[in-house]
């Protein structure tokens, strides 16, 4: 049933009143980002065709007050504008930031089981038969599930030092799984040890190098964890003599999101680095922003 207080020439009015004020609006944008040469060749076209159609002087009335408006209030509404995208844009990274890192967290979920329960077994298999071993592997679980679990818990940046120390717990969990098979060296200044540095990239890397590049190796191999510094940046080499790399391949799930992720975190600022050395195996490099504590 239809409102008695319903007024249709009202309605038609109000609709009128914002399509004009909408109209508005978009013209005043476009006079804030127009160039001036166009500006002028558009109110020359306007004045033309005003004077053939015989507009009298509404034509140079309108030329008249864009100029004016484009002078007075163009840099202010530019901007504004340029603000408001900037704003939107800062926006949508940050959303790319949050989603990758809900992704890496979701990946570190599903492979930390598998890593708990095979060093369990490890342990147990280790307790009949190397007591002493036992003991060492369950200390490195411990360290390893100290430094790791934070990082999971609130996945973004961390401490260098934290994640050398992930990695070297796992370092260990693993030899003792591979024995005379894996060997490994870190070099880490000690003046880089509060140095910001993403959680988990370190260890996606000793983790790639052990899976693709000693594991199928049949006498294994050694991995080398090295960081150096300069002004601006961190680099974070992790290399290792095993298989090699395949140079046609394309980067799997742990490559593909450190990618990923420091594009986000850093844009162009930040790169991962893939070389093939002609000693053999595999080297990767971290060219991190440096932001010391």
């Given at each position: 049933?239809?409102?008695?207080?319903?007024n249709p020439v009202l309605d038609a009015v109000l609709n009128m009143l914002e399509t004009v004020r909408i109209l508005w609006w978009r013209f005043f944008d476009w006079l804030a980002v127009v160039p001036w040469k166009k500006l002028l060749l558009v109110s020359l076209l306007v004045m033309i065709i005003g004077g053939m159609l015989g507009l009298g002087a509404l034509p140079p009335v309108l030329v008249l007050s864009s100029v004016l408006i484009k002078s007075l209030a163009g840099g202010k509404r530019r901007a504004e504008m340029a603000a408001t995208a900037a704003a939107s844009r800062a926006d949508r990274e940050a959303l790319e930031r949050r989603v990758i890192e809900a992704e890496m967290a979701a990946l570190q979920a599903q492979i930390e089981p598998h890593f708990l329960f095979n060093t369990l077994a490890l342990?147990?298999?280790?307790?009949?038969?190397?007591?002493?071993?036992?003991?060492?592997?369950?200390?490195?679980?411990?360290?390893?599930?100290?430094?790791?679990?934070?990082?999971?818990?609130?996945?973004?940046?961390?401490?260098?030092?934290?994640?050398?120390?992930?990695?070297?717990?796992?370092l260990n969990i693993m030899q003792a799984r591979m024995q005379e098979r894996l060997s490994y060296q870190i070099e880490v200044p000690e003046a880089l040890a509060q140095a910001q540095f993403p959680s988990m990239m370190i260890q996606t890397l000793v983790e790639n190098a052990i899976k693709h590049g000693l594991e199928p190796k049949t006498d294994g191999g050694h991995i080398h964890i090295h960081a150096s510094s300069d002004a601006h940046h961190i680099l974070l080499q992790v290399s290792d003599n095993g298989i090699g790399l395949n140079p046609h391949a394309e980067d799997g799930v742990g490559l593909g999101n450190i990618r990923e992720r420091l594009q986000a975190l850093y844009g162009i600022q930040a790169a991962l680095i893939t070389e093939i050395p002609e000693s053999g195996g595999a080297s990767f490099t971290l060219q991190i922003p440096l932001e010391a504590a």
């Open positions: 049933m239809q409102r008695k207080d319903d342990i147990g298999q280790l307790i009949e038969t190397d007591a002493e071993r036992a003991a060492l592997v369950h200390a490195d679980l411990i360290r390893y599930l100290r430094a790791a679990l934070p990082q999971m818990r609130q996945p973004g940046m961390g401490r260098l030092g934290q994640q050398i120390d992930l990695s070297r717990a796992y």
